[in-house]
Structure formats: structure tokens, C-alpha cells
């Protein structure tokens, strides 16, 4: 088992940034897939990013040059930061993880989850 706890939401004026963070606990970091994903209001799920335990990385179009994930390993921690943020990134902000060797983007091929952390921006 994976545990996932996100931190680092809150409000912000449109064009302003973010750093979010998840720490993860239970199995090896090194070995864990992560990913980002959030759901706005209304709408579904939706991915945002992946990073590999390889390092490679991966991001919606939607925040492609905005965002930026990254990992430190030695912190067990997966970060997302976010810049020039739109009123439309607006959403609860989730931070997964999965085993696999390969990137994946699909929702259901990710194995642990956090609770969450709301990203409200403002215009």
C-alpha cells in the first residue's frame, strides 16, 4: 500500500503561482510512477502529469509551459508547480501513484490516491 497526502492548495489571483506537494509513504519511492490529475467542478477527472521513477515526464496540453512536475526522492516527495494559473485550472488537485514500468495518463491505471487539495483561482 501507498499512501498519498497532498499539500500546498489555496487561493490565487489569475496569473499567479502555486507549489503543490505529495508526500508518499509504504512502498519504495524510487520505484512509484506519479501523476497529478484534478477535477473542477461539474467535470470529470482529468489528468494533468506524470513523472517516472526514470524521470520522465509528461503533461496535458492544457498546462503544457505553465506546470512543471518534478520529484525529490530523497524527500519521498512529488511536486507540482504551476505558474501563470487561469481561472479554468481551477479544481481539486489529486496526486497519484502507480508501479508500472510504463507512462500511463488513463485514471485507472493508477493504483493510490490522495484526498485531494483545492487550487481556487481568481480572476
Known amino acids: 500500500q501507498v499512501q498519498l497526502v497532498e499539500s500546498g492548495g489555496g487561493l490565487v489571483q489569475a496569473g499567479g503561482s502555486l507549489r503543490l506537494s505529495c508526500i508518499a509513504s509504504?512502498?519504495?519511492?524510487?520505484?512509484?510512477?506519479l501523476g497529478w490529475f484534478r477535477q473542477a467542478p461539474g467535470k470529470e477527472r482529468e489528468f494533468v502529469a506524470v513523472?517516472?521513477?526514470?524521470?520522465?515526464?509528461t503533461y496535458a496540453d492544457s498546462v503544457k509551459g505553465r506546470f512543471t512536475i518534478s520529484r525529490d526522492n530523497a524527500k519521498n516527495t512529488v511536486y507540482l508547480s504551476m505558474n501563470s494559473l487561469k481561472p479554468e485550472d481551477m479544481a481539486v488537485y489529486y496526486c497519484?501513484?502507480?508501479?508500472?514500468?510504463?507512462?500511463?495518463?488513463?485514471?485507472?491505471?493508477?493504483?493510490?490516491w490522495g484526498q485531494g487539495t483545492q487550487v481556487t483561482v481568481s480572476s
Open positions: 509504504g512502498r519504495a519511492f524510487s520505484m512509484l510512477n
Open positions: 497519484a501513484a502507480h508501479e508500472r514500468k510504463v507512462i500511463v495518463t488513463a485514471e485507472y491505471e493508477y493504483d493510490y
Open positions: 513523472i517516472s521513477r526514470g524521470l520522465m515526464v
